[in-house]
């Protein structure tokens, strides 16, 4: 029997992409990502875009779930599946309504790469080993060329010091990008009860970093309650590490959702489009029948 060849981090890219997300690290990816969109508020350009139109402070959890559906779908299915195209033309489809700066797209991506992984050094129950750390660069590098951006670092530290440049430069504080941000945090606070939301919402602040909190005017958590939020995610590792590892995939685009009680067509996530976009299928395809 021929030795089996071992994984490449760009051509193994989707499918280690999908174990990391579904399978090692299925609630810390989640976690990792909402972080990811709160940093991309932070550019005055992205977060007034996304005040602009209105949709984050009307129909947070909405935005929120048919963000996370199209996202989920490409990393589930992979960017080229045919879920994981049709999920990538739909976010191009989107994105097509608006005059968008390639820098800023290119910051989007590095979020999507970069933040999962510094949250996985922080509280992972183990840490990423040097090829998943290169395959998840080299998934969601795959997925900016299929939307089209342009002059993606092909160097894993170029693209994180881009990231950190484009930060120190376009981050601060804009009333528009505040209010997507508070938006965001009242609905992550709003799936608890009422009279812990006050905690939830410091604890957030926990998580943020000292530049997003100057950049969304919001006060930082006490010195307690940050020791507590760190010591708690680091607890729940090391827990983590003593159970039995999970086998079988936890898939988002399988979870209900209140906005899709019968299922979702990909085509139809996200605003209406003033052209609707062709292409097709019925509910019965939607994520949680596929």
Same mark, same amino acid.
């Given at each position: ?5 071992? /994984? ?31 940093? %991309?508020?932070?550019? &005055?350009? *992205? ?11 009307? #129909? %947070? ?38 005059? *968008?700066? =390639? ?16 949250? =996985? ?43 950190? @440049?484009?930060?120190?430069? =376009? ?12 938006? %965001? ?7 608890? &009860? ?16 000292? /530049? ?33 590892? #999970?086998? @079988?995939?936890?898939?988002? %685009? ?11 067509? *990909? ?6 489009? #003033? ?12 994520? #949680?029948?596929?």
């Amino acid at each position: 029997m021929a030795p089996t060849s071992a /994984p490449d981090p760009r051509q193994d890219c989707q499918a280690i992409a999908r174990h990391l997300a579904t399978v090692a690290f299925p609630w810390d990816t989640t976690r990792a990502l909402e972080l990811a969109l709160f940093r %991309t508020f932070a550019a &005055p350009r *992205i977060g007034g875009l996304l005040h602009g139109s209105g949709e984050f402070e009307a #129909r %947070t959890q909405k935005r929120y779930d048919d963000t996370d559906l199209l996202v989920s779908e490409i990393i589930e299915h992979g960017f080229d599946s045919p879920r994981g195209s049709r999920a990538i033309a739909r976010i191009n489809a989107l994105h097509a309504r608006f005059r *968008i700066a =390639n820098d800023d797209f290119l910051y989007v991506l590095s979020s999507f790469v970069f933040e999962p992984i510094r949250w =996985n050094v922080r509280f992972g129950w183990r840490r990423m080993s040097d090829l998943e750390r290169l395959a998840w660069f080299w998934f969601w590098r795959g997925v900016g060329e299929r939307m089209l951006i342009r002059d993606i670092p092909e160097d894993y530290g170029q693209f994180e010091r881009d990231s950190r @440049r484009y930060e120190a430069d =376009n981050f601060r504080c804009t009333p528009a990008s505040r209010c997507v941000a508070v938006a %965001t945090r009242e609905m992550f606070a709003g799936w608890f &009860p009422a009279p812990l939301r006050p905690l939830v919402r410091r604890g957030i602040h926990a998580l943020l970093d000292p /530049p997003l909190l100057a950049a969304f005017d919001l006060r930082p958590a006490p010195r307690w309650l940050a020791w507590l939020a760190e010591s708690a995610l680091r607890a729940r590792a090391r827990v983590l590490r003593w159970l039995p590892q #999970r086998r @079988r995939p936890k898939l988002r %685009t399988q979870l209900p959702r209140a906005d899709y009680p019968d299922g979702y067509r *990909i085509e139809s996530l996200g605003p209406a489009l #003033r052209c609707p976009f062709s292409g097709g299928g019925s509910a019965s395809e939607s994520g #949680r029948d596929a």
